[in-house]
């Protein structure tokens, strides 16, 4: 005789940050929640969190089976719950006779250790050995990811590959003029929280090069994001480049501000040296938007061939892709036909919902690991 059904899951939000300090795994969890929310309505979800969040999360987390508890590093696992899920990863949370579901991002970590203190690295290397060692089922965010898992020992049976999926966007028609004094379809966009493998710097080199070669003057670059203690330096070094009149770094955005930014630019722009997902390709495939990217990591399998692919390590190859975006039309076109068909494979939060409601029934049946 197998468990009874699985009626109340623990969800373990304590790793969230206000603004946008968790980039793209912020919206994302939150999109989750709310889907699995809507979706299976006889299942409490009570997520544990810090008190400072409640409240905002609260307005983003409406749903009457979605319940938030503010909760100390060591508080005890609300009443009843059958099974823990760490959608930031690593389960610290006490769950003994639990089982545990943890999304797995990426391995960055290994790939570009020099980006981490010594400190962070071992807390990064520990975070894998307890999904490895607690987790009854794991989902990766890509497929790319669940490969990069699985060679540093995620066990294959219990890894599954479960792509981010995104919202399908407000209509296209923008209702409301760019932030920032822009002017529709006068700049690129680069959507990314300022961490170093986000590849800023090698950007900048490539931006200026593009400007000595070229690019149209009434063209701005903007970069927005979180700035993680590097906004300074990074506006320091566009001077440098004597980029002040051509570069925004305006910091964290709205969610607002970010669709506005999305809607009247003319292309996004993602030299990102390591990515688990993405999803601002997808974010703006999806809003018509062409995109530049790199070809590396998953980013190769989120684009697929619907985007301008670039060497991030390469700013000549990337100067030359913002030189053709911007002065061809007709590839600029092709891209955003390409784009929408891409997008399609990722606009289904409820089918991703899905697929994550069914690794924890696995999960609860199988039982916590010993």
């Not at 090698?202 to 701005?220: I, S, Y």
Request: proline share 10%.
């Amino acid at each position: 005789m197998g468990p009874p059904p699985l009626r109340h899951v623990w969800v373990d939000l304590m790793p969230m940050l206000p603004g946008g300090a968790n980039g793209g795994a912020k919206p994302f969890i939150l999109q989750l929640l709310r889907s699995l929310a809507q979706h299976q309505p006889q299942v409490q979800f009570s997520c544990s969190t810090s008190a400072s969040l409640v409240a905002s999360l609260q307005a983003e987390l409406p749903h009457p089976n979605l319940s938030l508890h503010a909760a100390g590093r060591w508080s005890r696992r609300p009443a009843g719950s059958q099974l823990l899920f760490c959608p930031f990863g690593p389960p610290t949370r006490p769950s003994r006779g639990l089982p545990v579901v943890s999304t797995f991002y990426d391995l960055q970590v290994l790939a570009y250790p020099r980006f981490f203190s010594s400190a962070e690295r071992r807390q990064r290397l520990g975070h894998l050995r307890q999904i490895r060692r607690r987790a009854q089922r794991i989902a990766a965010i890509s497929h790319f990811s669940r490969a990069e898992g699985i060679q540093l020992g995620l066990d294959p049976t219990r890894t599954l590959a479960i792509p981010i999926q995104v919202p399908l966007p407000s209509p296209s028609a923008p209702s409301s003029p760019p932030p920032l004094g822009l002017r529709p379809g006068h700049f690129f966009l680069y959507p990314a929280n300022l961490w170093p493998h986000k590849n800023h710097e090698l950007l900048f080199t490539a931006w200026a090069m593009a400007c000595d070669q070229g690019l149209p003057a009434h063209l701005t670059l903007v970069c927005t994001g979180d700035g993680q203690g590097r906004l300074d330096g990074l506006r320091q070094l566009a001077r440098q480049l004597q980029l002040q009149e051509r570069l925004l770094l305006p910091g964290y955005v709205s969610a607002a501000d970010l669709d506005a930014l999305f809607a009247h630019s003319l292309a996004l722009v993602f030299p990102s040296l390591y990515e688990g997902f993405g999803m601002p390709v997808i974010e703006a495939m999806a809003r018509r938007i062409p995109v530049c990217c790199s070809r590396n990591t998953a980013l190769a399998e989120v684009a697929g061939e619907a985007a301008l692919q670039v060497d991030p390590r390469h700013p000549q190859e990337i100067a030359s892709a913002l030189l053709r975006l911007a002065g061809d039309p007709g590839l600029r076109q092709q891209l955003v036909q390409r784009g929408e068909l891409q997008a399609r494979r990722h606009l289904n939060p409820t089918a991703m919902a899905d697929q994550y409601w069914q690794l924890f029934q696995g999960a609860h049946r199988a039982g916590p690991l010993r």
